[in-house]
């Protein structure tokens, strides 16, 4: 595994994460030590079975290292997964002000300039990322459970690995996601007194907002675009969609919809399914 992302984006508690399952974690490594670490994992297999690599700017030129380590590591027919942490810039500004933490590029330009720059030095190894985890809203447990996520053995054979996430438009857009599909058009459970207070995962919420025509209707079509896309997907090489459903408060329709795309990708049998309804954790 390689981990790479924003400073304060919560590379530390994945660290420790990946240490608690075993794997052998390396941080700060200089990018002209790289190879040399490849070498070494690739030539002791068994003792290197589990290794995670924390690469970001501190490491110079981190897209160069990045390119580098990975074609050492693929020239020995060892493949690395790379998991991108980021967060909206308020929230790590809040996080180095709690923290009182330097900034790795802290010089003459305030918090809020270099989490800018670090965002431009950091966007190509985040466009070639298998994973990208928007850390702004999740606990610990939450992140820890982004992360199990995606540590299964998903091969091209085992079809692509979907994420689902309901969340509530107020609180905002995940930044990870790939897709985004918008179900406030559906009759909102909230103003139905005796459904206000049940989530999304409710029976009587469940039944309420999928009897609406126009909500099976969106369903068909969800459905047909992703029978469409799906393939092309998956031949273009990618391995992890992230789908993310949202309603004004992501506590009734989104869930309701990202559970019902749940059950029918895994009927379909495109790949292996996790969901994340973002707002529950809010209660």
């Known amino acids: 595994m390689i981990l790479s992302g924003l400073s304060g984006a919560g590379k530390t508690a994945a660290t420790k994460l990946f240490e608690d399952l075993g794997y052998t974690c390396m941080d700060n490594v200089p990018g002209e030590l790289l190879p040399a670490l490849a070498d070494l994992v690739s030539e002791d ?5 589990k290794v995670a690599i924390v690469l970001d700017v501190r490491a110079g030129d981190a897209p160069l290292a990045l390119a580098a380590m990975r074609g050492a590591l693929e020239g020995r ?23 009182r933490h330097r900034h790795p590029l802290a010089g003459r330009r305030g918090i809020a300039g270099s989490i800018a720059e670090e965002r431009r030095l950091l966007d190509p190894i985040r466009a070639d990322s ?35 996430i309901s969340f509530g438009f107020k609180y905002g857009v995940p930044l990870e996601a790939d897709l ?39 369903f068909d079509f969800l459905a047909r675009f992703l029978d469409l896309t799906v393939p092309g997907f998956k031949s273009e090489g990618k391995t992890r969609l992230t789908v ?36 529950l954790e809010r209660e």
């Open 180 to 218: 985004v599909f918008d179900v406030r058009f559906m009759e909102n459970p909230y103003y139905v007194d005796e459904l206000r207070h049940l989530s999304g995962l409710t029976p009587a919420v469940r039944d309420y907002v999928m009897g609406q025509p126009i909500a099976q209707q969106f």
């Open 45 to 49: 297999r068994q003792r290197f079975e």
């Open 130 to 164: 298998d994973v990208v985890v928007d850390t702004s809203d999740l606990s610990l447990r939450q992140l820890k459970e982004r992360i199990f996520a995606h540590l299964g053995d998903n091969t091209s054979d085992a079809g692509i690995l979907f994420q689902l």
């Open 77 to 99: 027919g060892i493949t690395p997964r790379v998991i991108f942490l980021e967060a909206r810039d308020e929230v790590l500004i809040r996080r180095f002000s709690e923290t």
């Open 244 to 279: 993310a459903i949202g309603c004004t408060g992501g506590y009734h329709r989104s869930i309701v919809i990202a559970e019902q795309l749940r059950g029918w990708l895994e009927r379909r049998g495109y790949g292996t399914v996790a969901v994340f309804h973002r707002e």
